[in-house]
Every structure is written in structure tokens, then in C-alpha cells.
């Protein structure tokens, strides 16, 4: 089956008919009919499937085995997110394997296709959490106590779906498989728009972070309750979405966005009690990152003891600047005839990967230069390209 079908099998998997798009959560219902999904799809092309200790899918062509190329992506999304981000990678991975079958090729090294249980973190707060298990990068213990908003912890929601957490952890042996590793994504900007290409490589990932920032005040009625006598915690909380802005713009190329806020209790004629509100801060440069954040952080508690409240911030998660394997970035371009090569400032697994061992990306034009929202696209054919690279670039890796 061609890529765009396998896209066309599972668009209607996971739509979000109130925000729009699809949400599509980790060991939620519609990541257990894409997990499934991908399992029927691998074992129809003769692959066989097992899942690692942590959730993480692999699809093997041929024996598992040490130096194996290994390709893969993600298929839970962000709320409301798009339909590429993600699957694109796994249905161009699907893609590839049947193309290289098509044409007789034998892989002369082990050849094995990743799904990543868990990359935006849209459920459970933090992300690349497959692949952040899988290498050791997460704590196990503060993995499996990570909570959604429901209250249910990770490790609930992996025994209701039938896998074991106290097997969570760093995974050596599965690791030590994997001779390389390249995702191919949707662009998540406006690169190959301007470069006039549909695919390209990806050079860099920009260090990125997000942390928690939980001011609490008093509770109280807001007709009764004198402004003087008000400790309102959506005051210090409003400063904050300010402050990311101005913090970033006086920096170059940096990002800081608050894209999620919670009043408790949350009522029209209520003062809240608390507001929680999550800082996603991006910036190049080992320490920048944390000087945006101190920045914006500074400014939080000093409006936070104007209004009498009390703020906590915590890390969820921090990732270094990721510069992809050059080896294999110039051995892709190569067979793929010289194509772009594109930073991001989009995390992914493979940027976890990388600290381990050679990863690189792929990446398919996106004419809307909009992700992680409904109008996230990819034109039909740019997605046989991506997929057609990919098998290019499996073939010389793995041949
Ligand atoms: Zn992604």
C-alpha cells in the first residue's frame, strides 16, 4: 500500500470534533487503534512485531540484531493537533519497506521500524517520553508517577493497556540495536516553502524546555471581595504570558510560549485559588535556556509578592541543542541527489536518540508551514517524495 493510503486508513482515527484536528493520547482509544493499525500493517508485510519494555513498538525486516538501521516516528498527537506530525513518519516507514520489498532488495544489515509510544506528551506532560524511557534519559520512578489531568498516572494508564511499568526503564539491550536512526517528519515550519523543496534533511534541533509555573492565592467571590483585599493568582499568572515575550524578543532567535493555563476552580464570578500555567522556553546555546526562563522567572515572583501569592516553578523536562550525525546526514544527501539540510526548532525523538547513537531526519515540505494545528498539510505528492527518499535512504544505509 502506497504512503498516502496508509495515511487515508487512519484519518479518521482520533478526530477532535470541539478543538478541531485530532487528539490522539498515549494508551488512550484511538493511540490503541493506531498501535493496532501499525502492528496489522507491519505483520501483512512480512515484519515481525514486538514491543520493548516501555511501550515502544518494533517491526523487524529479517532477524533482530546489532547495527541495524532503524526507522520510525510517533502516533499520539498534541490536543487538536494535525494528521502528519507524527504518522507520517510511521506510514512513510511502512511505505519504504514495501517499496524496497517491490524491487527484491535484501537488507544486508537488520532493518527494524519504531513507533515511539509517547512524543508530543500531550497526555502526560512531558515529551519524547518512548524514547526518553528507552534511553534512561527519564527517571523510571518519576516517569510512571507522571499524571494527566485526570489524575491517572502513567503507570495506570500502561496496565490498562497490558503492559507492565515496573519493567519501565533504561533498555540497554534494545538500544544497543539500533546501528542508526532516521525519522522522517512534516516540516514544522516554513524551510522547504522558501527553499522550493520537498524534502530535506534536518542539521539541528534548538534546546528546548518546559516548565511548570503554580502560583496560589485566596479563593474568594468576585463581587464581595475588595481589589485591596485580593490575592489573585491570574495577576502574577498574566505576567507571565507577558514576560515570555518580552524575555524572548530580547534575545535572538528564541521562543517562549505559554500555550496552557488552569485556574482552579475556575469559575466566571470566582477569584481562583491557583493557576497553574506551563512556559514552553526554546533557545540555542548551552545555559540560554535557563537564562530566558530566569529572566521570565524574575519577573513572575515579583509579581507574584505584589499580589500576596506564592509561585513554584518545576522543570518538567530540558533538552540540550541536538547537531544531527553529519556521517549519515551527508551519506542521506548523497542518495538523495543533494537536498536542503534544515534546523529546527521542533523537539524529536530522534534528537533523544542522537546522544546515543548516528540519527538523522527527513523532512516533507509543508505548504501551510502551520503544525501542531488542524491546517498542518502535506501535498500528496511531496508525501511520495518523502517516503521515496526514505527508502533511498534505507537502501544505502541497510544494503
Ligand atoms: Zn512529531
Known amino acids: 500500500m502506497g504512503v498516502n493510503e496508509l495515511m487515508g486508513e487512519i484519518a479518521g482515527v482520533g478526530r477532535d470534533a470541539r478543538r478541531g484536528g485530532y487528539s490522539r493520547h498515549v494508551y488512550d482509544y484511538a493511540d490503541f487503534e493506531l498501535r493496532d493499525w501499525f502492528i496489522d500493517q507491519a505483520l501483512d508485510s512480512g515484519l515481525d512485531v514486538n514491543t520493548d519494555r ?18 520510525g516516528s510517533h502516533l499520539d498527537s ?46 502526560f506532560g512531558v515529551p519524547c517520553l518512548g524514547s526518553r ?8 520512578d518519576r516517569a510512571r508517577n507522571l499524571r494527566d489531568t485526570d489524575g491517572v498516572t502513567l503507570a495506570e494508564a500502561a496496565v490498562k493497556a497490558g503492559h507492565d511499568p515496573k519493567r519501565f526503564g533504561a533498555d540497554p539491550e534494545s538500544l544497543a540495536q539500533i546501528g542508526c536512526f532516521v525519522e522522517l517528519h512534516v516540516e514544522q515550519g516554513r524551510g522547504l516553502i522558501e527553499l522550493d523543496s520537498p524534502v530535506a534533511t534536518g542539521s539541528s534541533i534548538i534546546a528546548h524546555g518546559r516548565y511548570r509555573f503554580s502560583f496560589s492565592g485566596q479563593g474568594n467571590h468576585a463581587g464581595a471581595t475588595r481589589l485591596a483585599d485580593r490575592h489573585d493568582p491570574m495577576l502574577p499568572a498574566a505576567t507571565v504570558v507577558a514576560a515570555a515575550r518580552r524575555a524572548a524578543a530580547a534575545m535572538n532567535d528564541a521562543r517562549a510560549t505559554v ?32 537564562v530566558l526562563v530566569e529572566d521570565i ?34 551519506r542521506m544527501d548523497k542518495v538523495l541527489g543533494g537536498v536542503p539540510a534544515l534546523p529546527t526548532g521542533a523537539g524529536h525523538d530522534a534528537g533523544i536518540l542522537a546522544a546515543h547513537v548516528p540519527s538523522g531526519m527527513l523532512y516533507v515540505r509543508n505548504p501551510t508551514g502551520i503544525s501542531h494545528a488542524p491546517e498542518e498539510y502535506a501535498e500528496p505528492a511531496d508525501i ?16
Open 54 to 71: 516501555n511501550g515502544n513498538i518494533w517491526a523487524w525486516w529479517g532477524n533482530p540484531g546489532s547495527d541495524a538501521v532503524v526507522t
Open 78 to 123: 498534541v490536543p487538536g493537533g494535525g494528521a502528519y506530525d507524527g504518522p507520517l513518519g510511521v506510514a512513510s516507514a511502512l511505505a519504504a519497506v514495501e517499496i524496497l520489498q517491490g524491487k527484491g532488495f535484501a537488507p544486508a544489515k537488520p532493518l527494524a521500524l519504531l513507533v515511539f509510544a509517547e512524543e508530543e506528551g500531550g497526555r
Open 133 to 140: 524511557l528507552l534511553t534512561g534519559a527519564i527517571d523510571a
Open 259 to 290: 500555550g496552557r493555563l488552569v485556574p482552579t476552580p475556575g469559575g466566571t464570578n470566582v477569584i481562583a485559588s491557583t493557576v497553574d500555567l506551563w512556559l514552553d522556553a526554546r533557545v540555542s546555546g548551552e545555559g540560554r535556556t535557563a
Open 297 to 330: 522567572t524574575e519577573a513572575a515572583r515579583a509579581a507574584a509578592e505584589a499580589e500576596g501569592c506564592e509561585l513554584t516553578v518545576t522543570e518538567e523536562s530540558y533538552s540540550d541543542d541536538v547537531v544531527f550525525d553529519e556521517t549519515l546526514r551527508s
Open 384 to 399: 511520495d517524495s518523502g517516503a521515496q527518499s526514505l527508502a533511498r535512504v534505507l537502501e544505502e544505509l541497510a544494503g
